[in-house]
């Protein structure tokens, strides 16, 4: 021990030690007091060195070399390295240079919890010494694989899984060609090593060959030089393994890291593999076919489940491993589509399997029965994963491939007629419920019916059959469940038993899972016949449907709540006669939930629906204006420590929905009542989100009742109107959090629209009140929302006024504002999202080029922006490689010719987006061009923009059409939404082209800018 004695070496050891046996004891206060001297030890220059030591006294007792080896792990993790955050004090490079050479002996210690503790330990060294101060340490390791010792080749595995990870790519070329064929050796010696460490093996060649694909990006040659000479040899001894019997060879926990690497490789190197695809496909087919046997037996049909296993690791080993491993390899042979040849032969066999591993399992019978939300999990696939899902899932994918799609509908069809007419022995009903979810989902919901299916026959052979069936809750729910998925499909008469069904599974009699499954339900009539000729079928059941599902809200646990509510609310809507008549059961029930549940995010917005659709209904005005209001009081003028987290903003979020409910004019109450309590919570608020929804109700408040506010006044003589800007001029108040201002734009908005001329004075406050703001704020979207104001008082023939208050407000320099707000806009207009506030910032922009042009505006023109970096190379798109290698250099551009460009760079984020539509992102060179056959046509290609006028041609229809509708109501008849803004600025850039000034903008454009406006023919001339 460096700078030690022997003796002062013993003396610590025998410290160690009997601080070790103390801590082992079961005296709390010694241990404890043991504990202390430890940790005052660990600076002791000997210290690690000891504790290795101890750690590998093959004749000491295992209880203080185990405890040796875990407070070895702490040490070398806070004492090794200065990168470490727990960093102390560090051994000396002599002591660290000996215990390195001491713990790789350890890696062939008998015991395998000594071995593992010891291989962290290397590998923490080796993510900071190697191989600058371990330079051997690779060498080493690969004797310890070529050892032939099963205790050394498991320890130095175990070093090589973390150390693989931290390879360079210049480190690949060496490393590679000696470990795999190595690894390639002990996975082929099941004599020798046992099944973990073969697996590890697999584990750590997956990791290199992950390496590997990442090199060939940069360099494309490595696939080739280092995976593919070894390649047939792995894929031999990967085949072999898989079709291995042997249980001393083979088991659950290889074969899914068999099939999981062979499913990467499928993924990052298809040309590689297709050589081997027929002799990979088969043996994986056969484990699928195995496992699944073995599935059905010792899980579905097993009450006592499955026994897991668990590796070194911890991760857990069985039969749903392998599954899970398959089906991703049967995903990947789809996605990379070179599959029809693979699957048809097999595909009514393949499609027989998933429908068995859909079946829900004994102990998931068990599991659900006592816990419903349990089982609402599970049956949703973006809340859980499980075999059944895994499965589900794999087969909705090919029913959805183009190629496959008639076959495995076929497939299908086959597999649920043979399955729902078979004899009823056993769980017989465990399959049934699986076809019926195969209907529901796939056939129904994926418009499959085309393809051999008889919906008719099959309601009335096997659907009602089944309702009525009392074997299984889960084959009774299921069965009300695909009830309502097919009711457009019904004839009246059935329809009607259906809804008989369907009532008496909401009784409270009823199994918790037929109750929930049967509201469910509800919302499928509801949806489905609300517009339809059979709306009077269901009309008599609604009053049974809301009562009744009332009482399941009432009595559901918030982890499900939410499933009652979407159907409460989707009932409620189908007929206001009959809602209004439950209105003395609906209010009450949803402001008792409200209370009890607006903590929770998903049941809050359902419950704002359910408001949003009561207040909608004229015949529940009276009711629930008269029970909110007094309840929204009580709620803001609490403190807000007096009531839970979230209910105050969750309050002002129902009052915006039972504002905008109402006919105009607002009930009184709102008025004199609550307005001034809703604007009192917000002035005295520093939460944002209590900011943003306050801010959010007052808008509420304008849009309804703008003209009650502008006249209405308080007992201290102010208006409505001095109450909204107030809220308006506080939430952009610098000293409040930023994000209270996220939503700005929109209410200040609706202020200027809705109260025009009266608002006199107050726009400049808030003009003034927005400026401020900006100098605070530095969230993109918050930015946007400042901005956007002035967008829209420069569109709305408000552009002078706005131009001659930006002229003499200075901003934080002295300087006129209007040049800091034109730079920043200039800046940031390619960032702004949302599908309005791009289209006004835009006609906006347009809007001050057309002013400076038309005008000569000497406080427009005289204005010079900073322009990005001009690239000093030839024309064309600049990379970051081009940028670094040819400098850089600034320039200032007249205000006119940076809006011009502007409005180009807006044209081309369209036609950006319009060829990433249309072509994907680009293809790895080993993907194989994403999968096509050899042969095909590679349409779209990887290269940058060559004709921009064919991708012009299109893309004026591009996004309009898949736009979703802007749900904001005060937008909801904007015309600015209608314009194509693609065919607006190819007609603007035009017309602006024939300006006689134009040839002194075009100097200041670049190439491309230029090729843009040559592509659309507002220039002939697309040179420099």
């Known amino acids: 021990m460096a700078g030690h004695t022997s003796q002062e070496k013993e003396a610590l050891r025998s410290v160690v030690l009997s601080s070790f046996s103390t801590i082992l004891s079961g005296d709390q206060q010694e241990r404890k007091n043991a504990e202390e001297e430890l940790r005052a030890l660990e600076v002791t220059e000997g210290f690690g060195l000891v504790l290795v030591e101890i750690t590998l006294m093959t004749d000491g007792p295992i209880a203080c070399r185990q405890l040796a080896s875990v407070i070895l792990k702490q040490y070398v993790k806070s004492h090794w390295s200065e990168e470490s955050g727990e960093y102390s004090v560090p051994p000396s490079e002599d002591a660290k240079s000996v ?118 990006a940069h360099l494309p040659e490595a696939p080739l030089s280092l995976l593919f000479p070894v390649l047939p040899s792995y894929i031999e001894q990967f085949v072999q393994l898989l079709n291995s019997n042997d249980e001393f060879s083979s088991d659950p926990g290889l074969r899914k890291e068999i099939i999981t690497s062979l499913s990467k490789l499928l993924e990052w190197f298809p040309s590689l593999l297709r050589p081997h695809q027929m002799t990979i496909v088969t043996p994986i087919w056969n484990v699928l076919i195995s496992s699944s046997e073995l599935y059905n037996t010792n899980v579905v049909k097993c009450s006592d489940g499955s026994i897991d296993v668990y590796d070194s690791d911890g991760e857990i080993i069985n039969f749903d491993s392998v599954l899970f491993a398959i089906f991703r390899f049967i995903a990947i042979l789809l996605e990379c589509g070179r599959h029809p040849q693979l699957f048809l032969p097999i595909i009514h066999k393949l499609v027989d399997l998933l429908t068995s591993l859909m079946q829900i399992t004994s102990e998931q019978v068990i599991l659900w029965e006592n816990d419903v939300s349990r089982y609402l999990e599970d049956d949703d696939n973006e809340l859980a994963f499980s075999v059944r899902l895994g499965a589900f899932e794999l087969l909705q994918q090919l029913s959805e491939d183009t190629n496959l799609r008639s076959s495995v509908c076929e497939a299908i069809n086959n597999t649920i007629e043979r399955n729902l007419t078979q004899d009823s022995s056993g769980d017989w009903w465990k399959i049934r419920e699986a076809c019926l979810w195969i209907v529901g989902s796939i056939i129904i919901d994926g418009k499959k019916q085309s393809v051999g299916f008889n919906g008719e026959v099959f309601v009335d052979n096997v659907l009602i059959p089944n ?165 929204a009081i009580e709620l803001l003028s609490a403190t807000e420590s007096q009531v839970p987290l979230g ?34 919570k917000i002035l005295v608020s520093e939460d944002s989100a209590i900011l943003q929804s306050g801010g959010e109700c007052v808008r509420a408040y304008l849009s309804v009742a703008s003209d009650q506010l ?41 202020f200027i629209k809705k109260v025009g001329a009266a608002l006199g004075s107050y726009l400049e406050l808030v003009l003034r009140s ?78 001050l080029l057309s002013h400076c042009i038309n005008t000569g505006d000497q406080r427009l023109n005289s204005i010079a922006v900073v322009e990005e970096e001009i690239p000093l190379t030839s024309d064309g798109i600049v990379t970051r490689s081009k940028k670094v290698s040819a400098g850089q250099s600034w320039t200032r551009v007249p205000l006119p010719a940076k809006l011009l460009k502007v409005l180009i760079g807006e ?33 779209g290609g990887d290269d940058m923009i060559n004709d921009l006028e064919v991708l012009l041609g299109d893309v004026g229809t591009i996004g309009l059409e898949e736009e979703e509708e802007d749900d904001d109501p005060d937008l909801k008849d904007e015309e600015l939404l209608k314009i194509d803004l693609h065919s607006h600025l190819v007609h603007y850039l035009t017309e602006l082209s024939y300006q006689p000034c134009f040839p002194s903008l075009l100097h200041h454009l670049s190439p491309y800018e230029k090729q843009t406006l040559g592509a659309v023919g507002a220039i002939t001339s697309v040179s420099n």
Request: charged residues 20%; contains cysteine.
């Open 99 to 216: 215990i390195r050479e001491l713990l790789l002996r350890g890696l062939a210690d008998p015991l395998s919890k000594i071995r593992a503790t010891v291989a962290y330990a290397v590998s923490a060294i080796a993510q900071h010494d190697w191989p600058e101060n371990w330079p051997n340490l690779f060498d080493q390791l690969m004797v310890g694989v070529g050892s032939g010792s099963p205790d050394l080749v498991h320890g130095t595995m175990r070093v090589l899984t973390e150390f693989c990870q931290e390879i360079t790519d210049t480190q690949v070329p060496h490393v590679c060609p000696v470990i795999l064929p190595q690894l390639l050796r002990v996975i082929g010696s099941p004599q020798v090593y046992s099944i973990r460490t073969r697996s590890r093996a697999i584990s750590i060649f997956r990791t290199l060959s992950q390496l590997i694909y990442a090199m060939s």
């Open 647 to 680: 209910m105050i903003s969750a309050v002002l979020d129902i009052l915006v929905v039972v504002i905008r409910g109402c006919v105009p004019p607002l009930p009184p109450p709102f008025l004199d009542e609550l307005f001034k309590v809703v604007v009192r």
């Open 907 to 939: 044209l081309q984020s369209q036609i950006e987006g319009s060829e990433e539509e249309d072509n994907g992102d680009d293809e790895d060179p080993w993907s194989g061009g994403g999968g096509r056959e050899e042969g095909e046509d590679d349409e």
């Open 710 to 750: 502008i006249t209405w006044v308080d007992e201290s003589g102010q208006s409505g109107l001095h109450y909204a800007a107030q809220v308006v001029i506080h939430l952009l108040d610098p000293a409040r959090p930023e994000y209270s201002a996220a939503f700005i734009d929109k209410l200040i908005i609706v």
């Open 467 to 631: 309702l009525m069936s009392s074997v299984s809750p889960f084959l009774t729910g299921r069965c009300l469940w695909l009830a309502g998925k097919m009711c457009d499909q019904l004839n009246s008469e059935t329809l009607n038993k259906c809804l008989q069904a369907t009532v008496s599974g909401l009784q409270p009699s009823q199994n918790g899972i037929v109750r929930i499954m049967a509201a469910k339900s509800c919302y499928s009539y509801c949806m489905l016949l609300k517009e339809s000729d059979r709306h009077s079928v269901v009309v008599p059941y609604l009053s049974y449907f809301i009562n009744d599902i009332c009482t399941i809200s009432s009595e559901s646990h918030e982890d499900h709540l939410f499933i009652a509510l979407d159907s409460l609310q989707k009932v409620c809507q189908f007929d206001d006669r009959v809602t209004a008549v439950h209105a003395e059961k609906l209010v009450p029930l949803s402001l008792s939930l409200f209370l009890k549940f607006s903590h929770d995010p998903m049941t809050s917005s359902c419950l704002e629906e359910l408001f949003a659709c009561l207040a909608a209904n004229v015949g529940c005005h009276a009711l629930l204006h008269s029970r909110i209001v007094p309840v």
């Open 770 to 847: 927005v400026l401020s703001k900006m100098q605070q704020a530095q969230a993109e979207s918050v930015m946007q929302s400042l901005l956007i104001v002035f967008a829209h008082l420069a569109s709305s023939q408000q552009l002078e006024g706005l131009l001659t208050f930006l002229s003499q407000v200075p901003d934080p320099s002295g300087r006129p504002a209007l040049e800091y707000v034109i730079t920043e806009w200039c800046a940031r207009h390619s960032c702004f999202f949302g599908s309005y506030e791009q289209r006004l910032s835009t006609i906006a922009l347009c809007q």
